[in-house]
């Protein structure tokens, strides 16, 4: 079975720091664009930031812009995500994905072998 499983989630405090990680099971993510994503309770997921094979990054969410960065280590078959000055506004459960169309995009619909999520909660 092809999927991702996130961990490195869990309850900070504003101004701290976390760093997710995203495990591909079952296949190589060598060769694919990976995305992270999240999803706040009554809203839609929303794309975050995307790494390309090549290594090349973007970021989709404005709000996260010099303080989350996006890795990867194809030995390992992770894919990062770290997470600085962290705000109660980062609430959410955050997912990895594979785009199917090989690209990065924000678009939630282009990606497959979601993981479970792992939880990330802000608050002091």
Known sequence: QLQFVESGGGLVKPGGSLRLSCAASGFSLGSYHIGWFRQAPGKEREGVSCIRSSGVT???AD???GRFTISRDNAKNTVYLQMNSLEPEDTAVYYCAANTYYRCSGDVT????WGQGTQVSVSS
Do not use: A
């Open 58 to 60: 973007i970021n989709y």
């Open 63 to 65: 709000s996260v812009k």
């Open 110 to 113: 282009e990606y497959d072998y």
